[in-house]
Protein backbone atom coordinates (compact mmCIF):
# COMPACT_ATOMS: atom_id res chain seq x y z
CA UNK A 1 0.00 0.00 0.00
CA UNK A 2 2.90 2.32 1.10
CA UNK A 3 4.05 2.01 -2.42
CA UNK A 4 1.19 2.19 -4.38
CA UNK A 5 0.30 6.03 -2.58
CA UNK A 6 3.77 6.70 -3.27
CA UNK A 7 3.36 6.41 -7.26
CA UNK A 8 0.43 8.31 -6.77
CA UNK A 9 2.02 11.18 -4.90
CA UNK A 10 4.98 10.90 -7.78
CA UNK A 11 2.33 11.79 -9.98
CA UNK A 12 0.55 13.92 -8.84
CA UNK A 13 3.76 16.07 -7.95
CA UNK A 14 4.97 15.36 -11.37
CA UNK A 15 7.17 18.08 -12.81
CA UNK A 16 4.33 19.23 -15.49
CA UNK A 17 6.06 19.17 -19.09
CA UNK A 18 9.00 17.08 -18.55
CA UNK A 19 8.87 13.43 -18.61
CA UNK A 20 8.26 10.57 -15.83
CA UNK A 21 11.00 9.91 -13.62
CA UNK A 22 13.34 7.22 -14.28
CA UNK A 23 11.45 4.06 -12.35
CA UNK A 24 8.22 4.66 -14.78
CA UNK A 25 10.53 3.70 -17.20
CA UNK A 26 12.74 0.50 -15.14
CA UNK A 27 11.38 -0.69 -12.40
CA UNK A 28 9.79 -4.05 -12.02
CA UNK A 29 7.51 -3.10 -9.34
CA UNK A 30 6.24 -0.06 -11.56
CA UNK A 31 5.61 -2.10 -14.21
CA UNK A 32 3.86 -4.90 -12.53
CA UNK A 33 1.66 -2.04 -11.35
CA UNK A 34 1.10 -1.06 -14.84
CA UNK A 35 -0.37 -4.01 -15.75
CA UNK A 36 -2.80 -4.28 -13.22
CA UNK A 37 -3.84 -0.91 -13.07
CA UNK A 38 -4.68 -0.69 -17.01
CA UNK A 39 -3.04 -3.64 -19.59
CA UNK A 40 -5.12 -6.32 -17.05
CA UNK A 41 -8.56 -3.48 -16.58
CA UNK A 42 -8.81 -1.43 -20.06
CA UNK A 43 -9.50 -2.59 -23.85
CA UNK A 44 -6.66 -3.68 -25.71
CA UNK A 45 -6.45 -3.86 -29.69
CA UNK A 46 -5.27 -7.96 -29.91
CA UNK A 47 -5.55 -8.10 -34.26
CA UNK A 48 -8.56 -7.59 -36.93
CA UNK A 49 -11.46 -9.53 -38.07
CA UNK A 50 -10.08 -10.16 -41.41
CA UNK A 51 -7.47 -12.29 -39.47
CA UNK A 52 -10.21 -14.66 -38.47
CA UNK A 53 -11.89 -15.30 -42.19
CA UNK A 54 -14.28 -18.82 -41.19
CA UNK A 55 -15.47 -19.76 -38.50
CA UNK A 56 -13.13 -21.97 -36.23
CA UNK A 57 -10.29 -19.67 -37.29
CA UNK A 58 -8.45 -18.04 -34.23
CA UNK A 59 -5.39 -16.57 -32.79
CA UNK A 60 -3.80 -16.74 -29.28
CA UNK A 61 -1.78 -13.81 -27.88
CA UNK A 62 -0.20 -13.45 -24.56
CA UNK A 63 -0.91 -10.15 -22.32
CA UNK A 64 1.39 -10.25 -19.16
CA UNK A 65 0.46 -13.04 -17.07
CA UNK A 66 -2.40 -13.83 -19.21
CA UNK A 67 -2.71 -16.43 -22.59
CA UNK A 68 -5.71 -15.09 -24.30
CA UNK A 69 -7.33 -17.18 -27.51
CA UNK A 70 -9.59 -15.22 -30.02
CA UNK A 71 -11.80 -17.48 -32.10
CA UNK A 72 -14.33 -17.04 -34.07
CA UNK A 73 -17.30 -19.50 -33.53
CA UNK A 74 -19.41 -21.29 -35.10
CA UNK A 75 -22.46 -18.62 -35.05
CA UNK A 76 -19.63 -16.42 -36.69
CA UNK A 77 -19.28 -14.45 -33.49
CA UNK A 78 -15.99 -12.90 -32.64
CA UNK A 79 -15.26 -14.10 -28.72
CA UNK A 80 -11.78 -14.02 -26.54
CA UNK A 81 -11.20 -17.05 -23.98
CA UNK A 82 -8.42 -17.12 -21.32
CA UNK A 83 -6.31 -19.41 -23.49
CA UNK A 84 -6.12 -22.09 -19.80
CA UNK A 85 -7.94 -25.36 -19.41
CA UNK A 86 -10.41 -25.53 -16.73
CA UNK A 87 -9.03 -28.99 -15.98
CA UNK A 88 -5.60 -28.54 -14.47
CA UNK A 89 -5.15 -25.26 -16.44
CA UNK A 90 -2.54 -26.09 -19.04
CA UNK A 91 -2.60 -23.83 -22.31
CA UNK A 92 -5.44 -24.98 -24.55
CA UNK A 93 -4.74 -23.83 -27.89
CA UNK A 94 -0.92 -23.60 -28.28
CA UNK A 95 -0.14 -22.33 -32.03
CA UNK A 96 -0.44 -18.49 -32.63
CA UNK A 97 -2.82 -18.73 -35.00
CA UNK A 98 -5.20 -21.73 -36.63
CA UNK A 99 -8.68 -22.88 -36.96
CA UNK A 100 -10.64 -26.13 -35.15
CA UNK A 101 -13.88 -27.01 -34.65
CA UNK A 102 -13.48 -27.57 -31.47
CA UNK A 103 -10.62 -26.49 -29.12
CA UNK A 104 -8.93 -29.70 -27.42
CA UNK A 105 -6.87 -29.61 -24.37
CA UNK A 106 -3.47 -31.36 -25.56
CA UNK A 107 -2.89 -32.59 -21.99
CA UNK A 108 -5.69 -34.88 -21.23
CA UNK A 109 -8.01 -33.80 -24.03
CA UNK A 110 -10.94 -32.28 -22.46
CA UNK A 111 -12.94 -30.91 -25.40
CA UNK A 112 -14.32 -26.94 -25.59
CA UNK A 113 -16.88 -26.05 -27.98
CA UNK A 114 -15.51 -22.76 -30.01
CA UNK A 115 -17.51 -20.33 -27.63
CA UNK A 116 -15.68 -22.03 -24.74
CA UNK A 117 -18.39 -24.58 -23.22
CA UNK A 118 -17.36 -27.58 -22.24
CA UNK A 119 -18.54 -30.41 -24.47
CA UNK A 120 -16.17 -33.33 -22.86
CA UNK A 121 -14.01 -34.13 -20.28
CA UNK A 122 -13.00 -37.65 -20.32
CA UNK A 123 -13.82 -39.90 -17.49
CA UNK A 124 -14.69 -37.76 -15.14
CA UNK A 125 -17.16 -40.05 -13.52
CA UNK A 126 -21.02 -39.57 -13.98
CA UNK A 127 -21.34 -36.99 -11.05
CA UNK A 128 -19.21 -34.24 -13.08
CA UNK A 129 -21.16 -31.34 -14.12
CA UNK A 130 -19.82 -29.59 -17.03
CA UNK A 131 -21.64 -26.88 -17.18
CA UNK A 132 -19.13 -25.57 -14.35
CA UNK A 133 -15.72 -25.69 -16.39
CA UNK A 134 -16.03 -23.93 -19.72
CA UNK A 135 -13.38 -21.91 -20.35
CA UNK A 136 -13.89 -17.92 -19.18
CA UNK A 137 -14.66 -15.57 -21.03
CA UNK A 138 -12.53 -12.91 -21.99
CA UNK A 139 -14.61 -9.48 -23.03
CA UNK A 140 -14.37 -8.80 -26.82
CA UNK A 141 -15.66 -6.30 -29.07
CA UNK A 142 -15.32 -5.86 -32.79
CA UNK A 143 -15.52 -2.37 -34.56
CA UNK A 144 -15.34 -1.85 -38.18
CA UNK A 145 -12.27 -4.37 -38.40
CA UNK A 146 -10.45 -4.27 -34.99
CA UNK A 147 -11.16 -6.22 -32.64
CA UNK A 148 -10.57 -4.97 -28.92
CA UNK A 149 -10.66 -7.20 -25.54
CA UNK A 150 -10.69 -6.18 -21.86
CA UNK A 151 -9.73 -8.92 -19.62
CA UNK A 152 -11.35 -7.09 -16.30
CA UNK A 153 -14.04 -8.55 -14.44
CA UNK A 154 -16.04 -5.54 -15.35
CA UNK A 155 -15.36 -4.19 -18.67
CA UNK A 156 -15.21 0.39 -19.06
CA UNK A 157 -18.13 0.75 -21.16
CA UNK A 158 -17.03 0.44 -24.83
CA UNK A 159 -19.78 2.92 -26.50
CA UNK A 160 -17.66 5.54 -26.49
CA UNK A 161 -14.40 4.12 -28.62
CA UNK A 162 -17.05 2.65 -30.85
CA UNK A 163 -18.55 6.11 -31.39
CA UNK A 164 -15.97 8.04 -32.21
CA UNK A 165 -13.87 5.28 -34.48
CA UNK A 166 -16.66 3.29 -36.36
CA UNK A 167 -17.70 6.07 -38.90
CA UNK A 168 -13.69 6.62 -39.96
CA UNK A 169 -13.22 3.20 -40.10
CA UNK A 170 -16.37 1.79 -41.92
CA UNK A 171 -15.67 3.77 -45.61
CA UNK A 172 -12.27 1.54 -45.34
CA UNK A 173 -14.09 -1.78 -44.94
CA UNK A 174 -11.35 -3.20 -43.22
CA UNK A 175 -13.16 -6.53 -42.29
CA UNK A 176 -13.24 -7.28 -45.76
CA UNK A 177 -9.43 -6.74 -46.31
CA UNK A 178 -6.69 -9.22 -45.76
CA UNK A 179 -2.74 -9.18 -43.82
CA UNK A 180 -0.51 -8.89 -46.68
CA UNK A 181 1.95 -9.34 -44.71
CA UNK A 182 3.25 -8.48 -40.62
CA UNK A 183 6.19 -8.41 -38.08
CA UNK A 184 6.88 -8.24 -34.98
CA UNK A 185 9.67 -6.65 -33.59
CA UNK A 186 11.25 -6.21 -30.15
CA UNK A 187 12.19 -2.87 -28.38
CA UNK A 188 14.22 -2.62 -25.73
CA UNK A 189 13.03 -0.30 -23.87
CA UNK A 190 9.08 0.20 -21.79
CA UNK A 191 6.41 0.35 -23.29
CA UNK A 192 5.54 4.36 -22.64
CA UNK A 193 8.71 4.75 -24.24
CA UNK A 194 7.63 3.55 -27.55
CA UNK A 195 4.36 5.59 -27.07
CA UNK A 196 6.07 8.59 -26.24
CA UNK A 197 8.37 7.83 -29.11
CA UNK A 198 5.40 7.60 -31.14
CA UNK A 199 3.26 10.83 -30.25
CA UNK A 200 6.00 13.39 -32.09
CA UNK A 201 7.87 13.72 -35.50
CA UNK A 202 10.26 16.09 -33.49
CA UNK A 203 12.77 13.13 -33.68
CA UNK A 204 11.53 12.45 -37.96
CA UNK A 205 13.47 14.95 -40.04
CA UNK A 206 16.94 13.25 -38.38
CA UNK A 207 15.79 9.47 -38.34
CA UNK A 208 13.21 8.63 -40.83
CA UNK A 209 14.90 9.62 -44.27
CA UNK A 210 11.84 7.19 -45.90
CA UNK A 211 8.89 8.33 -43.93
CA UNK A 212 9.60 11.88 -44.41
CA UNK A 213 9.39 11.46 -48.31
CA UNK A 214 5.87 11.49 -47.70
CA UNK A 215 4.65 12.40 -44.11
CA UNK A 216 4.77 15.72 -42.90
CA UNK A 217 7.15 16.49 -40.38
CA UNK A 218 4.81 19.47 -39.25
CA UNK A 219 3.34 19.56 -35.20
CA UNK A 220 -0.27 20.20 -36.94
CA UNK A 221 -0.63 16.50 -38.00
CA UNK A 222 1.09 13.97 -35.60
CA UNK A 223 0.27 15.99 -32.22
CA UNK A 224 -3.01 17.13 -30.88
CA UNK A 225 -3.00 20.76 -30.71
CA UNK A 226 -3.65 23.29 -33.79
CA UNK A 227 -4.47 20.77 -36.51
CA UNK A 228 -7.82 23.18 -37.61
CA UNK A 229 -5.75 25.94 -37.93
CA UNK A 230 -3.49 24.39 -40.99
CA UNK A 231 -4.71 25.95 -43.81
CA UNK A 232 -3.39 22.75 -45.48
CA UNK A 233 -5.58 20.51 -43.34
CA UNK A 234 -8.18 22.53 -43.33
CA UNK A 235 -8.93 22.38 -46.86
CA UNK A 236 -8.23 18.60 -46.50
CA UNK A 237 -10.48 18.15 -44.33
CA UNK A 238 -13.07 20.01 -46.28
CA UNK A 239 -12.45 17.90 -49.49
CA UNK A 240 -12.43 14.56 -47.81
CA UNK A 241 -15.80 15.12 -45.96
CA UNK A 242 -17.70 16.39 -49.02
CA UNK A 243 -16.44 12.62 -50.52
CA UNK A 244 -18.15 11.66 -47.39
CA UNK A 245 -15.13 10.55 -45.61
CA UNK A 246 -15.16 11.35 -41.84
CA UNK A 247 -11.96 13.60 -40.86
CA UNK A 248 -11.68 15.97 -38.76
CA UNK A 249 -9.40 15.74 -35.20
CA UNK A 250 -11.94 14.01 -32.56
CA UNK A 251 -10.57 13.22 -29.59
CA UNK A 252 -12.12 11.24 -26.30
CA UNK A 253 -12.14 13.76 -23.42
CA UNK A 254 -10.56 11.06 -21.35
CA UNK A 255 -7.64 12.02 -23.97
CA UNK A 256 -7.42 8.10 -24.13
CA UNK A 257 -8.56 7.79 -28.37
CA UNK A 258 -8.47 10.09 -31.45
CA UNK A 259 -9.27 9.72 -35.05
CA UNK A 260 -8.44 12.79 -37.85
CA UNK A 261 -7.59 12.13 -41.59
CA UNK A 262 -4.50 14.06 -42.38
CA UNK A 263 -2.94 14.62 -45.82
CA UNK A 264 0.56 13.58 -47.06
CA UNK A 265 3.60 15.74 -48.38
CA UNK A 266 2.53 17.48 -51.84
CA UNK A 267 1.06 14.67 -54.47
CA UNK A 268 1.96 11.61 -52.01
CA UNK A 269 -0.81 8.49 -51.60
CA UNK A 270 1.10 5.98 -49.65
CA UNK A 271 3.78 5.61 -48.10
CA UNK A 272 6.20 4.62 -50.78
CA UNK A 273 9.78 5.87 -51.68
CA UNK A 274 8.25 7.42 -54.40
CA UNK A 275 4.50 8.51 -52.93
CA UNK A 276 3.08 6.39 -55.14
CA UNK A 277 0.47 3.75 -54.25
CA UNK A 278 1.78 0.43 -53.50
CA UNK A 279 -0.94 -1.36 -54.45
CA UNK A 280 -2.94 -1.07 -57.53
CA UNK A 281 -6.96 -2.26 -56.24
CA UNK A 282 -8.09 0.58 -54.11
CA UNK A 283 -8.34 -0.91 -50.61
CA UNK A 284 -12.57 -0.10 -50.21
CA UNK A 285 -14.93 0.30 -53.00
CA UNK A 286 -16.56 3.12 -51.27
CA UNK A 287 -13.58 5.19 -51.52
CA UNK A 288 -13.19 6.32 -54.89
CA UNK A 289 -11.48 9.61 -53.77
CA UNK A 290 -8.02 9.67 -54.53
CA UNK A 291 -5.12 11.76 -52.50
CA UNK A 292 -6.87 11.30 -49.01
CA UNK A 293 -3.65 11.07 -47.32
CA UNK A 294 -4.04 9.17 -43.89
CA UNK A 295 -6.32 8.52 -41.23
CA UNK A 296 -4.73 8.54 -37.86
CA UNK A 297 -6.05 6.56 -34.84
CA UNK A 298 -4.33 5.81 -31.66
CA UNK A 299 -6.07 3.93 -28.85
CA UNK A 300 -3.48 3.82 -25.97
CA UNK A 301 -2.24 1.73 -24.62
CA UNK A 302 -2.24 -0.59 -27.60
CA UNK A 303 -2.53 0.98 -30.78
CA UNK A 304 -1.46 3.50 -33.46
CA UNK A 305 -2.71 3.40 -37.13
CA UNK A 306 -2.77 4.67 -40.47
CA UNK A 307 -5.83 3.78 -43.15
CA UNK A 308 -4.48 5.12 -47.03
CA UNK A 309 -6.16 4.54 -50.06
CA UNK A 310 -4.45 2.24 -51.01
CA UNK A 311 -3.61 -0.07 -47.40
CA UNK A 312 -3.61 0.27 -44.22
CA UNK A 313 -1.17 -0.34 -41.63
CA UNK A 314 -1.63 -1.03 -38.08
CA UNK A 315 0.63 -1.31 -34.96
CA UNK A 316 0.16 -3.33 -31.57
CA UNK A 317 2.11 -2.49 -28.95
CA UNK A 318 2.38 -5.27 -25.77
CA UNK A 319 4.63 -4.94 -23.06
CA UNK A 320 6.96 -8.04 -22.49
CA UNK A 321 8.32 -6.76 -19.79
CA UNK A 322 9.95 -3.98 -17.70
CA UNK A 323 12.09 -2.98 -20.59
CA UNK A 324 11.17 -4.93 -22.80
CA UNK A 325 8.11 -4.66 -25.63
CA UNK A 326 6.67 -6.44 -28.82
CA UNK A 327 5.43 -4.17 -31.97
CA UNK A 328 3.35 -5.76 -34.14
CA UNK A 329 3.14 -4.11 -37.91
CA UNK A 330 0.19 -5.42 -40.00
CA UNK A 331 -0.34 -4.55 -43.50
CA UNK A 332 -3.78 -4.49 -45.35
CA UNK A 333 -4.68 -4.73 -48.48
CA UNK A 334 -8.00 -5.48 -50.65
CA UNK A 335 -8.61 -9.05 -49.98
CA UNK A 336 -8.33 -9.58 -53.95
CA UNK A 337 -5.13 -7.59 -54.24
CA UNK A 338 -2.95 -10.26 -55.29
CA UNK A 339 1.21 -9.59 -54.45
CA UNK A 340 3.00 -9.87 -57.84
CA UNK A 341 -0.02 -8.85 -59.55
CA UNK A 342 -1.30 -6.04 -57.96
CA UNK A 343 1.26 -5.23 -55.46
CA UNK A 344 5.18 -5.57 -54.84
CA UNK A 345 5.65 -6.70 -51.34
CA UNK A 346 9.21 -4.85 -50.87
CA UNK A 347 7.71 -1.51 -52.09
CA UNK A 348 4.39 -1.83 -49.81
CA UNK A 349 6.34 -2.75 -46.64
CA UNK A 350 9.65 -1.33 -47.25
CA UNK A 351 9.02 2.24 -45.61
CA UNK A 352 7.80 1.34 -42.60
CA UNK A 353 10.54 -1.84 -42.25
CA UNK A 354 12.98 0.47 -42.03
CA UNK A 355 10.61 3.15 -39.79
CA UNK A 356 10.22 0.49 -37.44
CA UNK A 357 13.65 -0.38 -37.25
CA UNK A 358 14.75 3.18 -36.92
CA UNK A 359 12.10 3.65 -34.44
CA UNK A 360 13.34 0.45 -32.54
CA UNK A 361 16.94 1.99 -32.11
CA UNK A 362 15.56 5.58 -30.63
CA UNK A 363 13.59 3.29 -28.05
CA UNK A 364 16.81 1.78 -27.05
CA UNK A 365 18.96 4.71 -26.96
CA UNK A 366 16.48 6.67 -25.08
CA UNK A 367 16.35 3.43 -22.32
CA UNK A 368 19.85 3.33 -22.42
CA UNK A 369 20.08 6.86 -21.08
CA UNK A 370 17.46 7.01 -18.95
CA UNK A 371 19.12 3.73 -16.78
CA UNK A 372 21.81 6.47 -16.03
CA UNK A 373 21.61 7.53 -12.51
CA UNK A 374 22.61 10.82 -13.74
CA UNK A 375 19.15 10.69 -15.86
CA UNK A 376 16.53 13.56 -14.70
CA UNK A 377 13.04 14.34 -16.44
CA UNK A 378 13.88 16.45 -19.22
CA UNK A 379 11.50 19.10 -20.67
CA UNK A 380 9.11 18.98 -23.94
CA UNK A 381 9.00 20.90 -26.23
CA UNK A 382 6.14 23.14 -26.51
CA UNK A 383 5.85 23.33 -30.32
CA UNK A 384 6.96 19.17 -31.16
CA UNK A 385 6.14 17.37 -28.10
CA UNK A 386 2.74 18.24 -27.64
CA UNK A 387 1.16 14.86 -28.16
CA UNK A 388 3.70 13.48 -26.09
CA UNK A 389 2.77 15.92 -22.88
CA UNK A 390 -0.71 14.65 -24.00
CA UNK A 391 0.47 11.21 -23.64
CA UNK A 392 2.10 11.32 -20.30
CA UNK A 393 -0.67 13.16 -19.21
CA UNK A 394 -3.09 10.68 -19.86
CA UNK A 395 -0.77 7.87 -18.36
CA UNK A 396 -0.80 10.07 -15.04
CA UNK A 397 -4.10 10.95 -14.86
CA UNK A 398 -5.80 7.22 -15.59
CA UNK A 399 -3.30 5.47 -13.04
CA UNK A 400 -3.65 8.26 -10.55
CA UNK A 401 -7.97 7.78 -10.80
CA UNK A 402 -7.26 3.93 -10.83
CA UNK A 403 -4.96 3.84 -7.81
CA UNK A 404 -7.44 6.58 -6.03
CA UNK A 405 -9.81 3.92 -6.53
CA UNK A 406 -8.22 1.19 -5.15
CA UNK A 407 -8.11 2.89 -1.96
CA UNK A 408 -11.65 4.04 -1.85
CA UNK A 409 -12.40 0.20 -1.82
CA UNK A 410 -9.82 -0.40 0.89
CA UNK A 411 -10.65 2.53 3.33
O1 LIG B 1 3.35 6.53 -36.76
C1 LIG B 1 3.09 7.64 -36.36
O2 LIG B 1 1.91 7.96 -36.34
C2 LIG B 1 4.14 8.62 -35.85
C3 LIG B 1 3.80 9.95 -36.33
C4 LIG B 1 5.02 10.65 -36.55
C5 LIG B 1 6.09 9.76 -36.27
N1 LIG B 1 5.55 8.45 -36.14
C6 LIG B 1 5.99 7.69 -37.20
FE1 LIG C 1 -6.53 -29.65 -19.95
FE2 LIG C 1 -6.07 -31.73 -18.39
S1 LIG C 1 -5.22 -29.76 -18.25
S2 LIG C 1 -7.35 -31.61 -20.11
FE1 LIG D 1 9.59 7.56 -35.47
Not at 340 to 359: A, I, P, R
Request: proline share 6%; hydrophobic share 35%; with cysteine.
Amino acid sequence: MEFRSQVMRQLKNRREGFSLEQPFYTDPAYFKLDMEMLWYRDWLFVGHDCELPKNGSYFTLQIGDYPVVVVRGRDGQIRALHNTCRHRGSRVCTKEHGSAVRLVCPYHQWTYELDGSLLVGRQMGSEFDKSQYGMKRVHCESVGGYIFICLANEAPDFAPVRAQIEPYLAPHRLSEAKVAHQSTIIEKGNWKLVWENNRECYHCAANHPELCRTYPEAPTATGVQGAADDPVIADHWKRCETAGLPSTFQMHESGQFRVARMPLIEEAESYTMSGKPAVSRPLSDDVTLSHIGTMLLFHYPTTWNHVLGDHAISFRVLPLGPEETAVTTKWLVHKDAVEGVDYNLEELTHVWNMTNDQDRQIVEENAFGIRSPAYEPGPYSDLHEGGVMQFVEWYSNFMVNRLMGEQGQLS
